[in-house]
């Protein structure tokens, strides 16, 4: 559970559908959580007397809870389902772009995923094509355009990008996840005083 505002407004997003609270303890305890990324972000404000100099690495692989309303058996019954995802942040002296980054493909390697040979051929990176993959399972990257999701806000300008995952049961190029730079206001927000990068994605498509 967490609040509306640091669901949403404080990470730059606007206020969508989520499953709420009808009568909340408090303003802390508003909607259930449809992302991992403020629950990390208020363990770096709470950390502030830790060194930062070696970088600050955290991740969480939970559940979030989604609205569903295709699945909805009963008017009493709440739509939502929840959904598997893994968050991870660093924060130090540098934004660690770089390091989120390698994660991403490291994520995917370990869930033999594959690069498409477009994206391996602009990163340089062939690491990924060594290790065994999945048949018909590839994934790339594309920047993540400001106005282009309820996420881009999230992110510095220029420096985010989305995960786009093709897999036999779609067919199709679908985002399952974004990573980038946090913006400059999202950190003020959560009163952090570091540059900061984070990932998020959706781990049940990957299985």
């Keep these: 559970l967490c609040s509306i505002n640091?669901?949403?407004?404080?990470?730059?997003?606007?206020?969508?559908?989520?499953v709420s609270l009808?009568?909340?303890?408090?303003?802390?305890?508003?909607?259930?959580?449809t992302t991992l990324l403020p629950g990390l972000l208020k363990t770096l404000q709470h950390n502030k007397s830790m060194s930062f100099t070696g970088g600050f690495k955290l991740f969480e692989i939970s559940d979030v809870v989604l609205p569903d309303k295709e699945h909805v058996v009963t008017e009493t019954v709440v739509g939502a389902k929840n959904a598997r995802r893994v968050c991870a942040t660093y924060a130090g002296p540098t934004s660690g772009f770089e390091i989120i980054h390698g994660l991403v493909d490291r994520i995917m390697t370990l869930c033999e995923v594959a690069p498409e040979e477009e994206y391996v051929s602009s990163s340089g990176n062939?690491?990924?094509?060594?290790?065994?993959?999945?048949?018909?399972?590839?994934?790339?990257?594309?920047?993540?355009?400001?106005?282009?999701?309820d996420y881009a806000g999230t992110y510095f300008p220029g420096r985010a990008a989305e995960i786009?995952?093709?897999?036999?049961?779609?067919?199709?190029?679908?985002v399952i996840g974004t990573f980038g730079i946090l913006h400059p206001e999202v950190l003020a927000n959560f009163d952090i005083n570091y540059p900061t990068s984070a990932v998020e994605l959706d781990l049940e498509a990957l299985l």
């Excluded at 009808?22 to 959580?33: H, I």
């Excluded at 062939?126 to 282009?148: D, P, S």
């Excluded at 786009?164 to 679908?174: A, D, F, I, M």
């Design 164 to 174: 786009l995952l093709t897999s036999p049961n779609g067919g199709e190029r679908v």
């Design 126 to 149: 062939k690491t990924n094509k060594l290790v065994h993959c999945k048949e018909g399972w590839f994934y790339t990257i594309r920047e993540l355009k400001q106005g282009a999701s």
């Design 6 to 18: 640091d669901n949403f407004t404080a990470l730059g997003r606007p206020i969508t559908e989520a």
């Design 22 to 33: 009808s009568n909340p303890a408090n303003v802390e305890y508003q909607v259930v959580r």
